[in-house]
């Protein structure tokens, strides 16, 4: 299931993802659909891998809801499974990210021994069926020693925000640069809530 929230907090209504399992699902992105012109989805990763043993990994892509206020909550029907590898083997990630300029999704690894991030790409209309190999674009500078557990691009494409459990860093996206060309230049750090295990992050549509 997925919940909807609205901004005041409140309870907008449990949805059910029709056919989908959760092994670990760990982030949601809303993003582009599978073809240009198709309305914004939603993406639910079960990427979550703590001892990184998954031989694969699966984002469902849904019809994001309707949700006028009183909503209780639904099923999300028709949602598809896209399977994904790692080129470099399994690894943890808890981290997905849906580009609005590209329609392409990342998965950002959660690096449990101390080394950097890693971008993942999973091209724009990625298709149900054989497992997709994703292959690693680059290290996501400032996160050597820290644990990425959530991040979210802004609406219009120019800024990548990630959080560890103490912080969110947020880095500028110049046009024409892919996320993983952006989380390569120095982030900055962005004012947060003191929480023990901050695991999630979202950006509202004025950014």
């Not at 949602?79 to 990630?93: Q, V």
């Not at 691009?153 to 459990?165: A, E």
């Not at 912080?167 to 750090?189: H, S």
């Amino acid at each position: 299931e997925v919940f909807a929230v609205g901004e005041d907090g409140g309870d907008r209504g449990r949805w059910t993802v029709a056919g989908a399992s959760a092994r670990d699902w760990e982030d949601m992105a809303r993003g582009p659909g599978a073809a240009d012109g198709d309305p914004d989805v939603l993406y639910v990763g079960d990427i979550g891998d703590n001892a990184a043993q998954r031989p694969e990994v699966v984002v469902y892509r849904a019809a994001e809801p309707e949700v006028p206020p009183g909503a209780v909550g639904g099923e999300l029907a028709g949602a598809e499974a896209l399977t994904l590898t790692y080129a470099d083997g399994p690894r943890d990630a808890e981290t997905l990210l849906a580009d609005p300029v590209t329609g392409d999704l990342w998965v950002v690894s959660k690096e449990w021994a101390g080394g950097p991030a890693g971008a993942y790409p999973v091209p724009a209309g990625a298709a149900p069926g054989d497992p997709l190999a994703m292959v690693r674009e680059g290290d996501v500078a400032g996160t050597a020693g820290a644990l990425v557990t959530g991040g979210d691009i802004s609406p219009d494409g120019s800024v990548v925000g990630l959080r560890t459990y103490t912080a969110v860093m947020l880095w500028d996206r110049a046009p024409g640069q892919t996320v993983a060309e952006a989380l390569a230049g120095p982030p900055c750090t962005a004012p947060s809530a003191a929480e023990p295990q901050g695991e999630a992050l979202a950006l509202a549509a004025d950014g």
